[in-house]
Structure formats: C-alpha cells, structure tokens
C-alpha cells in the first residue's frame, strides 16, 4: 500500500456523515462516536508514531505494513 485511501473513496464507504482525521498520510476513520479528546489522542498516538507499536513481528503482513501509511478504522463495540 503506497497511502492513505483517497477521501471521497472513504465517503462512499463509510458514508458522507464518516469522521476522518489525516494525520501523516494516515485516515483515522472514526466510527465509534469519539469524544474530541479520544480523536486527540488517536492523533497524538499517530504523530508519536505509536500506531506501528502493535504490529506483531512474528507477522509477514504486519511487518510489510509497518511504517507505511494506512486506514486506521475505529468501530463501535
């Protein structure tokens, strides 16, 4: 994956009414009904480059993903 899903390819997915934050060539999609503060801190958690922390490396996938920019999708529990 080369980058981030375009914005108008996110809508017709998710809907006009979806929550997206870019942030370094990442889209937080937001679909759990965050607070400001929880989209904050899904962020601040990009821009420290914490987001590849949970990327297992025993996992081909994982590692091919790591460092490159992707969806990031929150749902609703």
């Given at each position: 994956m080369t980058g981030a899903t375009?914005l108008n390819?996110?809508?017709?997915v998710?809907?006009?009414?979806?929550?997206?934050?870019?942030?370094?060539?990442?889209?937080?999609?937001?679909l759990?009904?965050?607070?400001?503060?929880?989209?904050?801190?899904r962020?601040?958690?990009?821009?420290?480059?914490?987001?590849d922390?949970?990327?297992e490396?025993?996992?081909?996938?994982?590692?091919t993903?790591?460092?490159?920019?992707c969806d990031?999708?929150?749902y609703?529990?």
């Open positions: 375009p390819q996110l809508t017709r998710y809907g006009r009414n979806v929550i997206v934050s870019r942030v370094n060539g990442y889209n937080i999609i937001h759990d009904n965050p607070t400001e503060e929880q989209i904050k801190q962020m601040k958690e990009v821009l420290d480059s914490q987001i922390n949970g990327l490396d025993n996992c081909p996938l994982c590692q993903m790591k460092g490159q920019p990031i999708v929150y609703e529990q």
